[in-house]
């Protein structure tokens, strides 16, 4: 079985200071992870997705994520924080195990003050 | 190009009547993946579909059914109304879905149901 987990229910930051929202994941294969924003009565954006290759990934917006094969984890991560970024952010990881199947964890949500 | 389009964004229904959600994926692409969304579930699976065949199915009651038509556009249903079924449906398309494990799934704005 596949699953994703977001450790922190909420995370608070100031602006211009780093955010980083955390994931760890658990497949039978391998992982192809992503990570989504939600805003408020809005659908899921696409930020980033790490297949293979470099552990780093850079995405949409300024965000990046880490890529760890020992800690099992992908934390997306921003090194200045802005107010527009205070939202819903979503981890997801599908595996050839579970029919590629996209199982999302269950959110984080962000507030970034001014 | 235009995104993922769902119709109708707001509805509200009664126990026990049936409802049937819209969605039109980016042009292109030929898989449709529906999800539900609920404060307390967060975001299930609920079935994908590719070339007008259903791919992969969530863990949800024969209540809720889909299907989707040659020009990709897909349908969701839900009979039999419960107040549990109050929630948003989002839509979610990508090129190839299913054995495409790195394809990217792009959402639509969803639509909010909301059963009294």
């Known amino acids: 079985a596949q699953s994703v987990a977001q450790p922190e229910d909420q995370v608070n930051v100031a602006e211009g200071n780093p955010l980083t929202v955390k994931c760890t994941y658990s497949v039978s294969g391998n992982p192809y992870l992503f990570w989504y924003v939600q805003y408020p009565n809005r659908g899921l954006q696409f930020l980033l997705k790490y297949i293979t290759g470099d552990n780093l990934v850079k995405g949409s917006y300024g965000f990046e994520a880490e890529f760890n094969k020992s800690q099992t984890s992908f934390h997306l991560k921003k090194p200045s924080a802005l107010v527009s970024d205070s939202a819903l952010y979503f981890c997801a990881v599908r595996d050839s195990a579970n029919d590629y199947k996209l199982s999302f964890g269950a959110g984080t949500t962000v507030t970034v003050r001014a | 190009k235009a995104g993922v389009t769902q119709t109708p964004r707001y509805l509200i229904k009664t126990r026990g009547q049936q409802v049937t959600l819209s969605c039109s994926p980016i042009s292109g692409h030929r898989s449709v993946s529906w999800y539900q969304q609920t404060p307390g579930q967060g975001l299930q699976f609920l079935f994908e579909?590719?070339?007008?065949?259903?791919?992969n199915k969530g863990n949800f009651p024969g209540r809720f059914s889909g299907r989707q038509f040659s020009n990709s556009r897909s349908e969701m249903n839900v009979s039999t109304l419960e107040l549990g079924d109050s929630a948003l449906y989002l839509c979610a398309s990508s090129r190839e879905g299913g054995g495409a494990s790195t394809d990217t799934q792009y959402f639509g704005p969803g639509t909010r149901l909301t059963v009294l």
């Open positions: 579909y590719f070339s007008e065949t259903q791919r």
